[in-house]
């Protein structure tokens, strides 16, 4: 019945009367204010219900006035009373007719109430209907009630404390229902509001609606109790509690997380006000460490409260839980901090209520998904999830490593602890449950430490048991083994969640694709690449955790249900790591299991490497180092089978536990359920296996099935019957894990496949070097799967007969190699007896791809093998060799595959094969083959076991050119038709065809195959190969080239002979040169070829020569391909190469094979060719025609005058060519070309050695030389109109360099003259005739060519010059050639006398020819001519030759005559002003010389060579003196100084006597003295100028005669008696008689010509003259009266007539 009901309210308004009625009658004596008011209550009752219809809404407005004696009664403080009035106003309440104004008095009375302590239950039932039945009261109201409620919690009374408790949890939830009811109300309607910031405080309340506002205020202020902050909205609170403060908080955050993710202001507070907090309040648990004294630390560290903390973690859990996506930030603290209370160092109690936490995360996988994400996958973030996993590790670990040193009630059961399934489970091992407790419990045992397990909850939930303990205060005891369950809970729940959350969106995706490509069957499927990548991070964030602390487990497992949820864990990991493709982890698992399959401490490498890898990786976790621990030894298992283990292990036998045998079978399982995913991990399945089958002593039988067998050698294998029964269904598993690999996709195949091969390998590892018995496991299953999958052959046939051919069959160990030999042939048969569909007729490839493995056998080194195999392919010849079609290159392979070592008879027996084959069967074979038996008779060549098969191979290729040759009609179209196919292949496929020298036709590239096989063969090693193929290339280039097309030779000439020439470059130069011994019994070698070196030189002659012969003869052909230029230089790069090679037989051959190809007319076959092929050089037609034309009546025009007119016509045009003329220009490029070449063999071979030359460098010999420099006249003609400068400069050093280079020794006999033979040796020669080309040339060609005339006198006076200094080679010591005996001296210099002559003449002669011409005026030619003969003028008679100087001297003279009359009519221009000086020292040095005439010269002699002096002052005064006017002063001077020194004798003192008169050359000191006064008072004074040379010349004269006179007077006076020396006194007897000639001159001269001065000297010399006469000499008697007769006619001066009074 409803309360709004007729009835209900009748009811309602009788039992209000009755109440007043009751309460009148109470108080009618105590209280009469009440009991009136009592009384007018019930009357306004009843006025109510008559004047409205509305009843309840009427009493609702004046409830304040109905309300108001209840009131008063309570304040009677009565109890009776009290209680009556508390029950009427409840009713009143329960019928929703208390408006807010009567609500708010209602709470007053109550708070007063409240204050005096009455009736405290009933008060805290009135507030809770007043707030539960409606929402009238509000904001200071409700937290009124609140309060009051708060207040009654912290009473006295048990009871009360415990409702008012109770009723405050109801309160607060209520304030929050309807905040929600509201936010229902409002929900449609969009509110203006205004926004709201992100960092609001708290006055933001004002947004809110009433109802959240009561909410949030209440909210606010629990935080701020718990904070032990003053409430703003809670007034009056007296006391708090936090632990219930908490329990308040977390109730809130846990029923109505919608309101705090739906209002910012909400979650603003979470953010601002919760989570600070509850960081807050965890510190004294994050700085506590167990047993860290507080004494240590400076203030003292509040310890952790257990009601506390373990409130915070249920608040964290429940934050973390709901609003984990608002606080992301603060969830990475809590986590973070979760992890910490996980340390070892933590109180026990801490540490198991934070695992409790930790195991509600680890069963909500898409929490743990979103933390991935929002952490471990973020930059710079915490990897909170890696984190979590590995904490669960390492605290797992540290409950073995670190035994539970401070819980001291291990073995008292915790009584009261909670919950009565652990007291009872907790009970059952005491502490001596370790020794020998029969009913064994689940339990952990390692390394002496023993955890037992316990059921903590059902798998999948997280059930606490001291999160739950709100009632505790002091922390619990934690039975042993508590902490280790749950942890061990939360790891597999957090597998199991993880993997089948991401297995089921993998499921969901397979499906979504699968759909996709039925509705788009040609699109590619694009999976989310965002989902993977979380998947991934999740697996790679946990693995290396999970993998640490399963593998712990699994290890101390001792109860068989753990263990196989452990192995389920790792299995369930693997196959998703597997499936996600992340190969490290998946490895890491599946090794995990391997090892516990295994004996412990088992040396396997597979899995010690891979473990090695990942314990490499040993990553920390917290600080703690976690390695993946190795297994303990002494787990108490039952050993249930003994075997000998596969590897060479210390100790003779190994243990098979029970575990060992339930790990096996888990592997099973992993390999068949996942094969798929297994990939390159098969690998260690099956090596695992392996090592399993070999303990288990289970052994392969025919078809590879394995079966128990007894191991014949060693000890048993000892098994339990409990094995023996489990053995046949292993073994089944086993086959049937191969039989199940045809259902695996192609790739898993071939992981399974590699994995069996790598197994293999190791057996034959083991199998090496010791006769143990080899284990054929992983040869029988590569068998058996072979078989299993002969109907997709294909795609295994590689990797399985590539490992049975490359390893099995190489083995040294006999047996193995008979098996792999044997499982080959077997898996051939097998495929070629398969009904493949097409069959092998129709398909081709599969034939060949079968028959391959018979050509790979020829890669075996065992004799043995091989010999079956040529057997073999001999018998196929015979039986099949006409149908071998497409298996042709195949057998010509295993032919062909032949090797140095394998010694003579097995290349016997193939070159018989190939004997065959070419005998018989080249017409049946397809031409596309053809080139496979160039190839295969080519190696035979290069077989160095037997030089007779190499030299009858070369012969069969020129008998297999000669089938090329005749049938190559039919060989080429069959090629062609072969071509076209595979061109139209390539093309579908958008490729380019690729096959050896691609864009030559066809038949061209088989013999492009046979010339390069030849020329392979020409880099033999072995003389008599190379000299045999080059002979043979050469031959069938000359013989068969025509058949070549034009752009075949392209190749021929680049990709063979230049290949080749490259080859025999590179050999040459690396060459041995030991000596070789004489050969083998008595075969001699000569001594030109008793070096590798010397042998390697006669090949290279022969190859450069063969090339350059081709160039030769192909010319016109070669000169139309594009690049003939390029060729050209290469070739001219080859002939330099040669040239400089350090051989004297090579570089003249280099020299020879040039001229060779300079000598090059376009070859002019027949004359009616002649037209092409000038047409081809660009030579217009006219100058053809009389050659064309040449008839009978005509004589042929010669082609070198022809050359001529090329070469004139080219140098005409070449400014600017007409249409048509490149090719003469290219010709002219060629000749610049060989030029180049030419010019840098010459600078490199005549460039002198650089630094001490103790061990000589190479020196070019004097042919070589004179072969080079005699290249140059001819290569001139042809590049003379271009011929610059800068080239004649290149010239010119290497002719200087050229003739520098001195002779050995032992070969001057040969090119030197004797000494005393004034010859030139050609060398000499050919340079002379060289500078005599160009001067030639110089003079017919035009002006601008005769600049170089300079640089050829330059060159040529270089020449000169060595004529006294011997050009040095380097710093090279050499002999003169005259005191050189020839077995001593290395290097001879040669007699340069004759080369130095010869160049002057030519100077002369060209300085005749060119003395007026600009650039040799300008260039100071005459000056430098003079300069260099001063050399020899100076020298005179110290020159090494007589002839020497007197060929200057007459070559001076010749230029003399020719130059100064040049030099005079140039003088103005001050371009000879340099020379004069010069010439003046060169007479000076001449006439004066320095050196002494050799003792025996004849007086004969001696009067020739004064007349030679003589000559030269005759030139002086015919020459020089008569033009003095264009002379310079200073020159003058110096010749009248010199003519002075001469006429006044100066004799050297050690003559005879006898001689005396001849040897005083008075001849000569006659006619300087006549000359001296010739131009002293010539009559003819034409200018001043000469007059000032005579007066010059006078006053030396007598300054000279009055210093001898006096000299004479003074030794004279000191000789006393002695007569002088007969030297002095011829002197004075010279001076007396030149004073009596100048006197008689005087005479002679008009008065006015000569000088005051001269008269003034003249008369100054009368005293000294008479001082003489005491002389007693009469010679010097009778002279000096003739010198002092003539001054009787200056006694007195004569008197000059007098003009205008001037003297």
Known sequence: MSTSSPEAVKKLLENMQTDLRSLSMECKKKFPPVKEAAESGIVKIKTIAARNTDILAALKENSSEVVQPFLMGCGTKEPKITQLCLAAIQRLMSHEVVSEAAAGNIINMLWQLMENGLEELKLLQTVLVLLTTNTVVHDEVLSKAIVLCFRLHFTKDNITNNTAAATVRQVVTVVFERMVAEDERFKGIVEQQPPVQGNTNRRSVSTLRPSAKDAYMLFQDLCQLVNADAPYWLVGMTEMTRTFGLELLESVLNDFPGVFLQHQEFSFLLKERVCPLVIKLFSPNIKFRQGSSSAASPAPVEKPYFPICMRLLRVVSVLIKHFYSLLVTECEIFLSLLVKFLDGEKPQWLRAVAVESVHRLCVQPHLLRSFCQSYDMKQHSTKVFRDIVNALGSFIQSLFIVPNASTTAVSAPAGGSGSGTQGTAQGGPGTGGVSGNLTTQAAFEYRGTWIPLMTVSVQGSAKATYLEMLDKVEPPSIPEGYAMSVAFSALLDLVRGITSMIERELATEEEAAAEFREAHPDQEWQPQPGAHLVWEEMVSACWCGLLAALSLLLDASTDETATENILKAELTMASLCGRLGLVTPRDAFITAICKASLPPHYALTVLSSNSASLSSKAYSIQGQSVQIISPSSESHQQVVAVGQPL????????????????????????????????????????????HLV????????????????????????VLTTAVMTDLPVISNILSRLFESSQYLDDVSLHHLINALCSLSLEAMEMAYGNNKEPSLFAVAKLLETGLVNMDRIEILWRPLTGHLLEKVCQHPNSRMREWGAEALTALIKAGLAYKHDPPLAKNQRLQLLLLNPLKELSNVLHADIRQKQLESVLQILQSQGDSLGPGWPLVLGVIGAIRNDQGESLIRTAFQCLQLVVTDFLPTMPCTCLQIVVDVAGSFGLQNQELNISLTSIGLLWNISDYFFQRGEAITQELEREEEALQKQAQEKGETLNRPFHPAPPFDCLWLCLYAKLGELCVDPRPAVRKSAGQTLFSTIAAHGTLLQQPTWHIVIWKVLFHLLDCVRKSSTTADKEKIESGGGNILIHHSRDTAEKQWAETWVLTLAGVARIFNTRRYLLQQLGDFFEAWEVLLNHIQSAALSKNNEVSLAALKSFQEILQIVTPVKDSDKAGDAFAAMGVPPVLIDPLSASGPGRPLVRSDSLVERLTRYNGAELQAPPPGEESALEDSAL???????????????????????????????????????????????????????????????????????????????????????????????????????????????????????????????LFVEFSCKPPQYGRMETKHVANAKYNQAEWVALNYVPFAE?????????????????????????????????????????????????????????????????????????????????????????????????????????????????????????????????????????????????????????????????????????????????????????????????????????????????????????????????????????????????????????PENVDGNTWAQVIALYPTLVECITCSSSEVSSALKEALGPFKDFMQPPVSRVQNGES
């Open 647 to 690: 590897t060479a292990q210390p100790q003779g036998t190994v243990v098979l536990t029970a575990k060992n045998i339930q790990c096996m079978r888990t592997l099973l399982n992993l390999a068949h359920c996942h094969g798929a995913v297994l990939g390159t991990s098969w690998q260690l399945v099956l090596a695992t296996l392996q």
């Open 1231 to 1357: 000749w610049w070309s060989a030029w180049n070449t030419w010019y840098r063999t010459g600078t490199d071979s005549t460039r002198p050695p650089s630094g001490p030359t103790e061990k000589l460098s190479f020196i070019p010999s004097q042919p070589f030389l004179t072969a080079l420099i005699q290249i140059f006249p001819a290569l001139y003609q042809h590049i003379k109109a271009n011929f610059s400068m800068e080239d004649l400069k290149k010239l010119g050093v290497i002719l200087h360099g050229a003739v520098s280079v001195p002779i050995s020794s032992d070969a001057s006999p040969f090119i030197l003259p004797s000494y005393t033979e004034a010859v030139l040796t050609s060398l000499q020669e050919a340079v002379l005739t060289s500078l005599d080309v160009l001067q030639k040339a110089i003079c017919v060609g035009p002006e601008n060519l005769q600049v170089m005339y300079p640089a050829i006198f330059e060159q040529l006076l």
């Open 1398 to 1646: 010869r160049s002057l003449e030519v100077v002369v002669d060209l300085y005749h020819k060119t003395a007026c011409h600009k650039a040799v005026i300008n260039e100071q030619v005459l000056q430098n001519i003079i300069k260099t003969l001063r050399m020899p003028l100076g020298l005179k008679y110290a020159c090494p030759s007589e002839s020497t100087w007197k060929l200057a001297v007459s070559s001076l003279l010749k230029v003399l005559s020719i130059g100064l009359p040049v030099a005079r009519q140039h003088a103005s221009s001050g371009k000879f002003d340099t020379m004069w000086p010069e010439l003046a020292n060169a007479f000076e040095d001449f006439l004066f010389t320095k050196s002494t005439p050799p003792d025996n010269l004849s007086i004969q002699e001696f009067q020739k060579n004064e007349a030679i002096d003589v000559e030269v002052v005759q030139l002086i005064s015919t020459e020089i003196l008569p033009f003095a006017n264009f002379i310079p002063k200073d020159f003058v001077g110096q010749i009248m100084a010199m003519l002075n020194r001469g006429s006044i004798h100066s004799q050297s003192p050690s003559f005879t006597e006898a001689e005396i008169d001849v040897r005083m050359r008075e001849e000569f000191s006659k006619v300087c003295f006549e000359t001296l006064l010739q131009f002293s008072f010539s009559n003819k004074v034409s200018t001043p100028q000469e007059g000032y040379i005579s007066r010059m010349a006078l006053s030396v004269l007598l300054k000279r005669s009055q210093d001898v006179l006096r000299r004479y007077v003074e030794d004279e006076r000191l000789s006393g008696r002695c007569p002088l020396p007969r030297q002095q006194v011829t002197e004075i007897i010279f001076v007396l008689k030149a004073i009596s000639t100048l006197m008689d001159s005087l005479k002679k001269t008009q």
């Open 694 to 717: 070999w303990i288990l002593g289970l052994k392969p039988g025919v078809g590879g099935a394995l079966k128990p067998g007894r191991a014949v050698e060693g000890p048993s294998t």
